[in-house]
């Protein structure tokens, strides 16, 4: 982010699902740099720890620190996060950002890829969403806080492999799709405790999600956008940091598209 002219500036304690890489990752730099402590949260990456460890040395004005936990799990995702506010300070923002792919012919997905698609693309964002709101409503009057959810372009497209070839991810796409109208109905219903539920859909970036593809894959979706590339994940934060911030104090239930152009076509 720019040093100068129009800087955003955080504080409070931010949650970041999965935090550690990817577009996360960025997200968990960027807060730090903006003033929040940061709580990564991952489910495996037995280097998150490290990972925090990094952005802590480089932003030494907050606390960053990893969790483990699998946001599926609505229970314990409650208990890391109640955890996260008594080692970090007060809760102020999160962003659900955890999500699975899995690329498969619709013919052979199973109930198993179901679950494990929907337990955390949408599962995982709902109960994620439902832990921090939860602390944010007991606080009674002081109530507020504000939500991003890391949705994607593909809510709202099929994907190419190439000219006229679908890219076969039919419950990722639809996953995300559902949670671009879960930030409305949540947005809706937790107005009245002061809490802004918004989304941010990015269109390829590059990360280990992507990083698998076949190369022909790839350079395919790149040349295909009007940009003509893959986003960087820093690329994403910027309109992230601004929802959660007081500057879009007047925006809540809408998405944010971050695609180089793609939805133009
Ligand atoms: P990524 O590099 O594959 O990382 C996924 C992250 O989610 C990891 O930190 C992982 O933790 C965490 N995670 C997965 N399941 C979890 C669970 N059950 N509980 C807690 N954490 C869990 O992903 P990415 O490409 O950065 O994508 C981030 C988000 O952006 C996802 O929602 C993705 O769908 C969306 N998105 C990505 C793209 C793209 O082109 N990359 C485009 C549009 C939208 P571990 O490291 O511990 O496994």
Redesign the pocket.
Same mark, same amino acid.
Do not use: H, L
């Given at each position: 982010m720019s040093s100068t002219g129009y800087v955003l500036k955080l504080g409070g304690t931010v949650i970041v699902?999965?935090? +550690?890489? /990817?577009?996360?990752?960025a997200f968990s730099r960027a807060l730090a740099r903006a003033g929040s402590n940061v709580a990564i949260?991952?489910?495996?990456?037995k280097d998150?720890p490290d990972v925090a460890r990094k952005i802590q040395e480089e932003f030494q004005n907050v606390k960053v620190r990893a969790y483990?936990?699998?946001?599926?799990d609505y229970d314990r995702t409650v208990e890391t996060f109640k955890r996260a506010e008594q080692e970090l300070g007060e809760v102020t923002g999160l962003i659900a +950002?955890? /999500?699975?792919?899995a690329i498969k012919p619709a013919l052979e997905l199973t109930t198993e890829d179901f679950r494990n698609i929907y337990?955390?693309?949408v599962l995982?964002v709902f109960n994620s969403a439902k832990a921090v709101a939860r602390i944010w409503v007991d606080r009674g009057e002081r109530s507020k806080g504000s939500i991003v959810i890391?949705?994607?372009?593909?809510a709202e497209i099929i994907n190419q492999a190439s000219t006229n070839k679908p890219l076969p991810q039919a419950f990722?796409n639809s996953s995300?799709a559902a949670v671009r109208n879960l930030v409305k109905g949540l947005a809706a219903e937790w107005v009245t405790h002061n809490i802004r539920v918004n989304s941010v859909?990015?269109?390829?970036?590059?990360?280990?999600?992507?990083e698998h593809l076949d190369k022909n894959i790839r350079d395919h979706q790149a040349h295909n956008v009007p940009l003509r590339r893959?986003?960087e994940?820093e690329e994403i934060t910027g309109q992230a940091l601004l929802l959660l911030s007081d500057r879009a104090s007047y925006q809540t239930g809408a998405d944010y598209l971050v695609d180089g152009g793609q939805l133009i076509w």
């Open positions: 699902t999965g935090g +550690n890489r /990817g577009i996360g990752k949260i991952y489910r495996t990456s998150a483990q936990v699998d946001v599926s +950002n955890a /999500g699975v792919s337990g955390v693309n995982g890391t949705a994607s372009m593909s990722y995300k859909s990015p269109g390829y970036v590059r990360t280990d999600q992507t893959f986003a994940p």
